[in-house]
Structures are given as structure tokens and as C-alpha cells.
């Protein structure tokens, strides 16, 4: 019995691509920090982002609707830490810009 991955296709048939790029995430886990491998493509009404690390099994990560098009999107870098400024976004990371 051989297992065919599937991946699904936008909902709408007119969804046109029109930004498309490779990102990494580090996340922490148990013992370790985990990089993750994305994908992220940009629809002129929406956002998508896979998580492609095992080719064999590729997830959905984010699939959101906008009013406008997503020309840019990328994951943002942890910023330098200054001396007695702590990162207040350090909870909500990874995040991710988009344009």
C-alpha cells in the first residue's frame, strides 16, 4: 500500500500567485532548537505558508484572506539585545512580516 501525499490547491480558481519565497524558522523544543524549512507564496487576496521541512509530510501553517495582495512576506530576525532592554516580543516569536 503505498501513501500519496496530496497537497491541497487554493479554494478559488482565480488565484493568482504573485509573490513566492523560502523562509526558516528556529523553534525551541524538549532538548533542542528545531529549524524549520517554509514556504511562503503570496495570493492577490490572501497568504499561504507551508512548513516543508519533510517533503513527505508538507503542513499547512497559515492560510489567511486580505482585502489587497501579498507582494512580500518574510520571517522577521530576533533583534540584538541592548544592554537592560529586554526583547518584548520575545513570546509571539517567531513572527513574520508581511507586505
Same mark, same amino acid.
Given at each position: ?6 497537497? #491541497? ?6 488565484? !493568482? ?10 523553534? #525551541? %523544543? ?10 511562503? &507564496?503570496?495570493?492577490? +487576496?490572501?497568504?499561504? &505558508?507551508? +512548513? &516543508? %521541512?519533510?517533503?513527505? +509530510? ?8 486580505? %482585502? ?10 530576533? #533583534?540584538? %539585545?541592548?544592554?537592560? !532592554?529586554?526583547? !518584548? ?11
Amino acid at each position: 500500500h503505498t501513501q500519496v501525499t496530496q497537497y #491541497p490547491s487554493t479554494t478559488a480558481a482565480h488565484d !493568482k500567485v504573485v509573490f513566492a519565497a523560502f523562509g526558516e524558522v528556529t523553534l #525551541p %523544543s524538549a532538548d533542542t532548537r528545531q529549524k524549520q524549512r517554509l514556504l511562503m &507564496i503570496g495570493y492577490e +487576496n490572501g497568504l499561504q &505558508i507551508w +512548513n &516543508i %521541512s519533510n517533503l513527505g +509530510n508538507v503542513s499547512e501553517v497559515v492560510n489567511r484572506r486580505f %482585502s489587497g495582495a501579498v507582494v512580500g512576506c518574510s520571517v522577521l530576525p530576533e #533583534p540584538r %539585545s541592548r544592554r537592560g !532592554k529586554a526583547d !518584548k516580543h520575545a513570546g509571539q516569536r517567531p513572527l513574520i512580516g508581511i507586505l
